[in-house]
């Protein structure tokens, strides 16, 4: 592969995105995003709004709920409706995500400044309904990934603010080596840095096959409404190894296709836990499910 300049991995990172479905949108700085933000919010929730835009006033009261929480509440914000009285006296309910994949807004931007402590550039970011969810930080080939890991930290200490703590997913990639991981409060950690992967676990290293597979619209949003734990008790997100992925999505099929018994058998340390927890919390939103029993070793 030749050499590739960073500037040139973000924009052929972006025409790939293009391709899927992407709306490529220019934002400058964090008055821009509050903007489109606030477009995407209108046109998301249309039918809610009854074709009536929120006002000034409406829109700021919207980025009062909305700012000023930590990474784990604004992951609980963005999963609820917003309980929102208008200037009219009229209650509606905002919603900021759908788990329709083809009912959301999806955006794609690069290089978004924002000043804080420090002024910092962002690589590209992902826009769901305007919200900025999945970060990318890109390196050119040769560099090490950490360094990568080690800028996304920063950024988080240093300028990320208000809307950006919505971030749900950070990816770093090379081109030729690509991982995601949680926002997180704490510091970074490469051991909770995963692969993506096929269904028959063959790795995904470059960032073109990673984006057709990952950056699919279904699948980022599964990965973000569906495969993505709240854990409040460590006030942290998690995300879910790709083979935890695709085992819960095996048991769940098989349990509502056949109504028969499954089970999933791994390693130990492989996150057993954790996926079973899943697949019982997802097995219980169904419909034809009326209870779920999860027994489990020890108190965790």
């Not at 970011?125 to 996304?152: C, F, H, M, W, Y």
Request: charged fraction near 30%.
């Amino acid at each position: 592969m030749g050499y590739q300049s960073e500037a040139e991995l973000e924009n052929k990172l972006i025409e790939k995105l293009q391709t899927q479905g992407y709306e490529r949108v220019f934002i400058n700085d964090y008055a821009e995003l509050e903007n489109n933000f606030r477009e995407q919010l209108n046109k998301f929730n249309k039918k809610a709004l009854n074709n009536n835009s929120l006002t000034d006033k409406e829109f700021e009261r919207v980025l009062n709920i909305l700012n000023g929480k930590s990474v784990l509440q604004s992951a609980i914000k963005l999963r609820e409706k917003i309980d929102f009285d208008r200037e009219d006296g009229t209650k509606i309910y905002l919603k900021l995500l759908s788990e329709n994949a083809e009912d959301n807004i999806y955006q794609v931007s690069n290089q978004i400044t924002v000043q804080n402590k420090y002024k910092n550039r962002y690589d590209v970011t992902i826009l769901i309904n305007g919200l900025p969810l999945v970060q990318i930080e890109l390196k050119r080939s040769g560099i090490d990934i950490n360094e990568a890991i080690n800028q996304i930290d920063r950024y988080r200490m240093h300028s990320y603010r208000g809307l950006f703590n919505y971030i749900q997913i950070f990816v770093v990639s090379n081109s030729v080596e690509t991982r995601y991981f949680a926002n997180t409060k704490d510091k970074i950690l490469k051991s909770l840095t995963f692969y993506w992967t096929t269904e028959t676990n063959e790795r995904i290293n470059k960032l073109e096959d990673f984006s057709s597979s990952f950056f699919n619209k279904t699948r980022l949003l599964k990965n973000i409404i569906r495969y993505m734990v709240i854990n409040e008790t460590d006030k942290s997100l998690i995300v879910m190894r790709p083979y935890q992925i695709y085992a819960t999505e095996a048991l769940i099929r098989h349990a509502l296709d056949t109504g028969k018994n499954g089970y999933i058998w791994h390693t130990t340390g492989s996150g057993k836990t954790l996926t079973s927890w899943k697949c019982a919390n997802l097995l219980s939103k169904e419909q034809s499910i009326k209870k779920v029993f999860f027994l489990i070793d020890r108190k965790d």
